[in-house]
């Protein structure tokens, strides 16, 4: 179904994400089977196909290189609520009718918004895929954005922002925290949009943004399946080629000055547990070829959550059983500024204070004492076995060749992260933690439980350790 | 991913098992249009069956494509096969398997896996516990990770210091599912539509039975269902015949023996009567679900229910439920229904999640929405978009190991036939219009369904019909 939205740390628990995270270290470079050919359009629209003929299917996925990060205070959820317009037709599409088509097609079509892209794709037999290309070619330039469908759709988003965000405890401290760990950067704010932002959206906002950012030059397409490069070139020639080119607007340069000194949120919620998150800021890849800190830092966060006996899972939930989860994660690949998170919910008589002394001092005794080449050694280990279990996915390989080229990379550095990764040492794990895990650039979530009935709970009884 | 395409592809899948090739490239274009479907000369995935010296039953599809092997042991051993008095007892048995086997403690276990690359996984269901792994094929790799899988399974520990700490986890988690108004309202709706029966029984427990299970318990509970003869073991990847043979030997060949069959589930009962709960909260969005009792697995009514649903609430934005609530209305971001196929009746729910101030009105277009199409069945227009989707959509069931081990799991599980896959495509277009009518008239009863509204409108009958 259409209209999700994904951002890197705006829903759900980052534990959930982390497999995800995991196995975005790593690819190799494509073997005979699997070529990837690149082919640009005159008017700017970059297509990348990867052939994979395990199956009679196809992938197609355009990614437009404008999310939350692009947008302006007041209008803040634009990216994420034109995507939901996007099914709400064009000229020759009736309202709805582009999801009715594909599913006629026996395909399947979705969408994500994120920070930095905006995503739309399609997976169907490969003999629709023309299908696929003429529908999304059409509403890349001849959306028609109505103010009725609008009015009804605007009510649809501000309850997935209920669902999604408002009524989930830890959302609403994640949500909190990048407001907090970003003080100009607009990374500060949500994917979904401030509900403020939403109640006062029109129309005309989100035809101002299709026409700043739908355009073949800003938008890449991306093709996995049981298809031959040539022909899905021609397709496209077809079917995109006619699409005018249209200018840019400029992209101002937004830097987050640098953090000096440490910061703490509180957010209060209807819940049980408390819950805790951590984040340090960190740098993004920007050339991957010559960069190895962001390599560094990825195989840091593998040391410490990769697998289930890396060290937060052994030390905190197994030995000393301060926490009853807890994971870390790190995203290199973004437009926009990088960031380190750790998450932790305390055991019973346990306190967020007690999981962040133990957090704390499972980074101080890597800073201290490095990481061993053994355990380096494991993480490299299920790099390399993930290289080979994410070709089970068409979708995902699509995924990551989008990710690189809608980040500003081509899908050719993918080719090196291998190797890049292989090559780190722990010496420079231990050189990116003592240099980025510092507390002048730490922000502190934590999540105090509230009874539901809006009543405080009634005092424990002596003796019981509870700190919470 | 949104809720919604989260519980229509589970339905989807559990309704059809989820198959792949890797398949035979026999479904042309051609086959894809209705009408033009054939049944295939070949099967469409070459599944080989087998026993193993004990008795388990083993599938397996052979594919080199890619080099590496996904591979599950699968048992009667999922929430339905608790008590009352020691609910979370299979979850928790399920959960220890690889938290210290064969005198290595769970760091043990976790390391070797992750120095090979390997993955653990598993599934708990009402009907099914069981252990999967995906692993490198390559010799070094596919060794330490099998046999580490094989001591999981076949040498568990039950460590007592780990019981008490997984313990403490389950119940802090079970205290917090008390408070989120998703868990609270998917607690409520299987206890409403089961009762007494096991599947009404949560599978993480009870905060004072969980407290209350002892290692005993988890060692009586192993033995008595996690046997060889009930086990099902499936294959899929880069594996010859003779190799899948003796893997599967390898990963039940110490099983404990089985005392006897496994007891049968109770026969799920119809409710007599409409049941409405209406539960407070103070989330901005009431979260309500509706349901009755709804198919087996190999379900007489199976094909004309699945496609209905599809036409009802299981379809995405083809569907009814997701016109009417939100492209007309922007009611929910998310409103569904499925089937859940199971051993005894699995549920038929409908769900959505809309803000509080508008619940009664979501609620009373929902019902209006179903009782229309229990009463009138779906258009011939609905039913050939219908099937369009499910027919055309075949391939990218079975495009994916993954897919394919997950379909081995359910047709060896409830002994569906191995041409299942490839009976699929004529039965789905088999279904009629007046198939659909008459199942649904005669599976899904309105007027005696259950209704949960948990963050309820105030002053609201919250549900009245």
Redesign the interface.
């Known amino acids: 179904m259409n209209h999700t939205l994904s951002s890197n740390f705006g829903s759900r628990s980052l534990l959930k994400l982390l497999p995800l995270l995991a196995s975005a270290l790593c690819w190799v470079a494509p073997a005979a089977w699997a070529a990837t050919s690149e082919y640009q359009l005159a008017n700017g629209l970059k297509v990348i196909v990867k052939e994979d003929h395990r199956a009679p299917v196809v992938v197609s996925q355009v990614w437009y290189r404008a999310g939350s990060m692009d947008e302006f205070n007041g209008t803040t959820g634009v990216a994420h609520v034109l995507e939901h317009m996007m099914f709400k037709g064009t000229k020759d599409i009736a309202p709805g009718e582009f999801s009715k088509l594909i599913a006629a097609a026996g395909g399947k079509d979705n969408a994500f918004t994120s920070r930095d892209h905006t995503t739309y794709f399609q997976q169907l037999h490969k003999s629709k895929l023309p299908l696929a290309f003429k529908l999304e070619a059409d509403r890349m330039h001849n959306l028609i954005l109505s103010e009725k469908e609008f009015s009804k759709e605007i009510q649809v988003v501000m309850e997935e922002r209920r669902w999604r965000t408002d009524d989930k405890p830890q959302s609403l401290v994640q949500e909190a925290m990048m407001a907090t760990v970003f003080q100009e950067h607009p990374y500060r704010r949500p994917v979904i949009g401030w509900m403020n932002d939403l109640e006062h959206m029109t129309y005309r906002d989100a035809r101002d943004w299709y026409q700043r950012w739908y355009t073949p030059k800003n938008a890449v397409l991306v093709v996995v399946g049981d298809v031959e490069p040539k022909a899905v070139f021609q397709l496209a020639e077809k079917y995109f080629g006619k699409i005018k080119a249209k200018p840019l607007p400029e992209r101002k340069v937004q830097v987050e000055p640098e953090q000096t000194g440490i910061k703490r949120i509180n957010v209060k919620a209807p819940a049980q547990l408390p819950y805790l998150a951590m984040a340090y800021h960190a740098p993004a890849l920007r050339d991957p070829a010559n960069d190895w800190e962001p390599y560094a830092l990825e195989m840091l966060v593998g040391v410490m959550d990769g697998n289930e006996s890396a060290r937060l899972n052994k030390s905190l939930v197994r030995d000393s059983q301060v926490a009853s989860s807890t994971g870390a994660g790190y995203d290199s690949i973004g437009r926009g500024p990088g960031m380190l998170m750790f998450e932790g919910t305390p055991s019973e008589g346990k306190s967020v204070a007690d999981l962040e002394a133990a957090l704390r001092e499972q980074i101080e005794i890597i800073k201290r004492d490095g990481v061993t080449a053994e355990e380096l050694q494991r993480v490299k280990a299920q790099v390399v076995a993930s290289q080979v279990y994410q070709r089970d996915s068409m979708f995902y390989q699509a995924m990551q060749i989008g990710e690189y080229e809608s980040n500003g990379f081509s899908h050719r550095a993918l080719d090196q992260r291998l190797a890049k990764l292989q090559a780190v040492t722990p010496a420079q794990v231990q050189e990116v933690a003592r240099k980025y895990l510092v507390d002048d650039s730490l922000t502190v979530a934590t999540l105090d439980p509230q009874p539901l009935d809006g009543k405080k709970p009634a005092p424990r009884p002596k003796g019981l350790p509870h700190k919470s | ?5 989260l519980k ?1 592809f589970k339905a989807a899948a559990k309704s059809t098992g989820r198959g ?4 035979k ?1 026999m ?1 042309g ?1 051609g086959c ?1 249009a209705l009408g033009l479907v054939s049944l295939p000369a070949h099967a469409i995935l070459p599944i080989q069956h087998w026993q193993t010296a004990t008795g388990a039953q083993v599938y397996f599809v052979e594919n080199h ?4 092997l996904d591979v599950s042991v699968e048992f009667p051993a999922g929430s339905s096969r608790d008590t009352a008095a020691k609910s979370g007892l299979a979850n928790m048995t399920k959960g220890l398997l690889d938290l210290g086997a064969a005198g290595l403690s ?3 276990i ?2 070797r ?7 653990l996984g598993g599934r708990f269901e009402l009907d099914r516990a069981g252990v999967s792994l ?3 094929s390559s010799a070094r ?1 596919r060794g330490q990770a099998l046999d580490m899988m094989a001591k999981v399974l076949q040498q568990p520990d039950f460590p007592d210091s780990v019981l008490q ?1 997984e313990k ?2 389950t ?3 079970l ?2 599912a ?4 998703e868990s609270i309202a998917d607690k409520a709706f299987s206890k409403m539509l089961y009762g007494s029966h096991p599947y009404g029984l949560q599978g993480g427990g009870e905060i004072a039975t969980v407290s209350a299970l002892t290692r005993q318990d988890l060692v009586d509970f192993y033995r008595d269902h996690y046997n060889a003869e009930h086990a099902v073991v499936s294959l899929m990847g880069d594996l010859t015949r003779t190799e899948a043979a003796a893997i599967a030997e390898q990963l039940t060949a110490k099983l404990p023996k089985a005392q006897s069959a496994p007891a049968p589930l109770p026969a799920v009962e119809y409710p007599v009567a409409p049941q409405t709960r209406a539960i ?6 009431s979260h309500i679900l509706l349901g009755y009792p709804g198919m087996v697995r190999g379900d007489r009514d199976f094909f004309p229910l699945y496609v209905g649903n599809y036409i009802l609430g299981g ?4 569907s009814r439920l ?2 009417e609530v ?9 409103t569904y229904s499925y089937f859940a196929p199971m051993q005894q009746l699995g549920p038929f729910q409908i769900g959505l ?3 509080k101030e508008q619940s009664e009105q979501a609620l009373t277009l929902v019902r209006k929405t179903l009782q229309d199409f229990i009463a009138k069945g779906p258009t011939d227009k609905e039913l050939t ?1 219908a099937k ?9 069931r ?5 897919k394919i081990l997950e379909y081995l799991g359910v047709i060896g599980y409830y002994r569906l036939p191995l041409t299942y896959l490839d009976d699929f495509v004529n039965n789905v277009n088999k279904v009629t219009a007046a198939q659909i009518r008459d199942a649904f008239a005669r599976r899904v009863r309105p007027d005696r369904m259950v209704t949960v509204v948990v963050g309820a409108q105030e002053g609201a009958p919250a549900a009245s019909k």
């Open positions: 991913m949104m809720k919604v395409v229509s792949a090739r890797l398949w490239k479904l274009t894809l494509d890619l080099p590496m769970d760091n043990e976790a390391t896996l992750a120095d090979v690359g390997a993955n995906r692993t490198l790799e700490r403490a986890r119940i802090a988690a205290k917090e008390e408070t989120q108004p407070p909260h103070p989330a901005t969005q379809g995405g934005f083809d997701t016109k939100r492209e007309k209305r922007g009611l929910a971001y998310s999640q809309t803000k978009q369009n989707n499910i027919i055309g959509g075949f391939p990218l079975i495009d994916s190991n993954r």
